[in-house]
């Protein structure tokens, strides 16, 4: 993502090789930016920033528990719970979505 490219020039990171063109750059999963002498013009992207969000549709979750689990057990073990509805699981895993 565009954004993952914002790297202050000082903290970027090499990525590529002396010469190496901005097609061939990108082509690696690199950022590419000759606007800057004296720094790496192919460089290391920032990290996708994650989240971890409970699934709001019932019927997608994966089920993290067992039949009976408390909700402090399943939350102990990292999970979501939600008593509802029935048929689906109530302590289940987590989303990651990118921000």
């Known amino acids: 993502a565009k ?4 790297v202050v ?3 970027r990171t090499n990525c590529g090789y002396p010469g190496i063109s901005a097609a061939e750059c990108k ?12 720094v790496p013009w192919c460089y ?6 994650v989240r971890k ?5 019932p019927y997608t979750r994966i089920n993290c528990g067992y039949p009976g689990i408390k ?9 979501c719970f ?5 048929g689906v699981p ?10």
């Open 82 to 86: 939600r008593a509802h509805p029935a």
């Open 27 to 38: 082509k690696i999963g690199c950022c590419f930016n000759a606007s800057v002498p004296s």
């Open 71 to 79: 909700p402090r057990e399943c939350t102990r073990k990292g999970c």
């Open 53 to 57: 969000v409970c699934p709001n549709d």
């Open 44 to 49: 290391n992207p920032k990290p996708k920033k």
């Open 3 to 6: 954004c993952q490219c914002k």
């Open 90 to 99: 109530w302590c289940f895993y987590h989303r990651v979505v990118e921000e």
């Open 9 to 11: 020039p000082r903290e």
